[in-house]
């Protein structure tokens, strides 16, 4: 069982927005402003999407966005295109023992 | 641009241990602030985080893992090393060598990852 609780899947048809939630504790997702989130397509390494919460690396659309809202965070895609239909993770730093990194379960996003 | 590229055995047996290895370009492992970090994804699973290590050499490890986990660096060869021990059918997964901007992360850019079977 994962650490961060993700939807199993979502689906939209182009054009339209979808939201990814990504549930934790207080002491991950709801203590630090340290949640990632990253797009898998099939047989393909993960790609950095958001991290900080908010923040976008260079060269990720500005369609793919953040937020946060107590122990949820929450990744939002806006004009969706066929291409975005990926896998997706959340991640969060969290303090519950030493150091330690967790992720969702991931959630398969269907582009319809 | 920074590129990481893993190799290493495809299969191991159950109770050995497994070795891996990253192999950095354009740029240099012991720049520093730079942390360097192994996550893995059993076959049709999801992301687990195994470790992290800063060009220093200071490591970070994933409670779980801890007791059977090491990770080093060889500057002279721009690489660095992932070795699990006592491995178990568990233990099979597409190991991933990734750049963490922190020692938690985030993970950018990731290698093409490499798949590890453990049986006998």
């Known amino acids: 069982q994962s650490a961060l609780t993700q939807p199993a899947s979502v689906s939209g048809s182009p054009g339209q927005s979808i939201t990814i939630s990504c549930t934790g504790t207080?002491?991950?997702?709801?203590?630090?402003?340290?949640v990632s989130w990253y797009q898998q397509h099939p047989g393909k390494a993960p790609k950095l999407m958001i991290y900080?919460?908010?923040n976008r690396p260079s060269g990720v659309p500005d369609r793919f966005s953040g937020s946060k809202s107590g122990n949820t965070a929450s990744l939002t895609i806006s004009g969706l295109q066929a291409e975005d239909e990926a896998d997706y993770y959340c991640?969060?730093?969290?303090?519950?023992?030493?150091?330690?990194?967790?992720f969702g379960g991931g959630t398969k996003l269907t582009v319809l | 641009q920074l590129q990481l590229q893993e190799s290493g055995p495809g299969l191991v047996k159950p109770s050995e241990t497994l070795s891996l290895t990253c192999t950095v370009s354009?740029?240099?492992?012991?720049?520093?602030?730079?942390?360097w970090g192994w996550i893995r994804q059993p076959p049709g699973k999801g992301l687990e985080w195994i470790g992290s290590?800063?060009?220093?050499?200071?490591?970070y490890y994933n409670p779980s893992l801890k007791s059977r986990v090491t990770i080093s660096v060889d500057t002279s060869k721009n690489q660095f090393s992932l070795k699990l021990s006592s491995v178990t059918a568990a233990d099979t997964a597409v190991y991933y060598c990734?750049?963490?901007?922190?020692?938690?992360?985030?993970?950018?850019?990731w290698g093409q990852g490499t798949l590890v079977t453990v049986s006998s």
């Open positions: 354009g740029g240099s492992i012991s720049s520093s602030s730079y942390y």
């Open positions: 990734a750049r963490p901007l922190a020692a938690a992360g985030p993970f950018d850019p």
């Open positions: 991640s969060s730093y969290t303090s519950s023992s030493t150091l330690d990194v967790v």
């Open positions: 207080s002491s991950d997702v709801g203590g630090y402003n340290y």
């Open positions: 900080e919460v908010s």
């Open positions: 290590i800063y060009y220093s050499g200071s490591t």
